[in-house]
């Protein structure tokens, strides 16, 4: 039988791997675009779908799949941004973009036992943070993809125009409006290297139970926001002040003793994940500005977490942990 992977005589199709080698960008620019892996492999699989829905023929036209799957998969996610609203006003308590680990320490499996393609993990740099993820969520559907094709993926503004639907000049204002979201609300961070140590001094604290400590590390007026999901504990509105949170780690250690924190990567940048029994049921992001710790985000819902789960029984280290 005829697979859309194989023209009818059997031989492999030529034009499978130049197809398929344009996986990883799209997943890159779906992650980006979405703030949500599971969505942004569900786009993925839509935009070959409909690629593999073409005659022959018409594939054979296009003379350049790559940019042509990068327009169908960038107009199924602005479709997706689009009802995305509706979707979060449904969301149980707050929605905080899905958190993913270094490559070394991304789960060797997933659900029904199947390998983790390395296709389907996310390149880390600087688009990647947390905070620059939770800025992307307060721009519309059209300012977040204008901005992330042309200023993280570099690609003409008419080519962006021919993905939004609107005029080049439009979307050079568009581009714009993200721009100075962006330049608002993002304050210079530290070297890596200084925000290592916050978080690992912050982490020993918390073990520690230095209520002190904590609130020398954090901003006065720091957040920290939880996300379940509906699907685990957590607080439904965001947590101000550092003494208020500093009491509230203290006294979640307290209740949990089985409670274990580690050092990890998040999304790029420094973060602590905490596990119960050898599985990581909380990570934890950072944002930090000067020696002191600004923001903190807490993703617990399980759905969120799969690339830290799947794959990984109790007791199982990751493959590197975080220096």
């Known amino acids: 039988m005829t697979t859309p992977s194989e023209p009818g005589d059997g031989r492999p199709d030529p034009s499978l791997s130049a197809i398929m080698s344009e996986r990883r960008q799209l997943i890159n620019l779906a992650y980006r675009l979405l703030g949500s892996l599971a969505e942004a492999e569900d786009a993925v699989q839509e935009t070959y779908a409909r690629w593999y829905t073409l005659s022959p023929q018409q594939q054979q036209a296009i003379e350049a799949p790559g940019a042509w799957l990068t327009k169908v998969a960038g107009r199924i996610c602005l479709n997706v941004l689009s009802s995305a609203r509706a979707r979060r006003e449904q969301y149980v308590g707050n929605w905080i973009p899905e958190p993913l680990p270094e490559p070394a320490e991304w789960s060797g499996g997933r659900a029904g036992g199947t390998t983790v393609d390395p296709a389907d993990r996310v390149t880390l740099?600087?688009?990647?943070?947390?905070a620059f993820l939770v800025v992307l969520e307060s721009m519309t559907p059209a300012e977040r993809v204008a901005f992330i094709l042309h200023d993280v993926f570099r690609y003409p503004f008419a080519d962006v125009a021919d993905i939004v639907g609107r005029t080049p000049a439009a979307c050079r204002q568009l581009a714009s409006s993200a721009r100075r979201r962006i330049r608002t609300?993002?304050?210079?961070?530290?070297?890596?290297?200084?925000?290592?140590?916050i978080v690992r001094n912050f982490k020993h604290a918390w073990v520690a139970k230095d209520i002190g400590a904590l609130i020398g590390l954090l901003d006065p007026a720091v957040t920290a926001t939880g996300d379940g999901g509906g699907l685990a504990t957590t607080v439904r509105r965001p947590l101000q002040g550092a003494e208020q949170l500093a009491r509230g780690l203290v006294d979640l250690t307290g209740r949990l003793a089985d409670l274990t924190i580690l050092e990890r990567t998040v999304n790029g940048q420094p973060g602590l994940v905490a596990q119960q029994n050898g599985v990581i049921v909380t990570v934890y992001a950072f944002d930090i500005a000067g020696d002191r710790i600004t923001r903190i985000w807490a993703v617990r819902n399980p759905e969120k977490l799969?690339?830290?789960?799947?794959?990984?029984?109790a007791g199982t280290k990751p493959a590197r942990p975080h220096p």
């Open 125 to 130: 740099d600087e688009s990647i943070g947390m």
């Open 306 to 313: 799969r690339p830290w789960t799947v794959g990984h029984s």
């Open 185 to 197: 609300s993002q304050t210079p961070t530290p070297p890596t290297a200084q925000q290592a140590a």
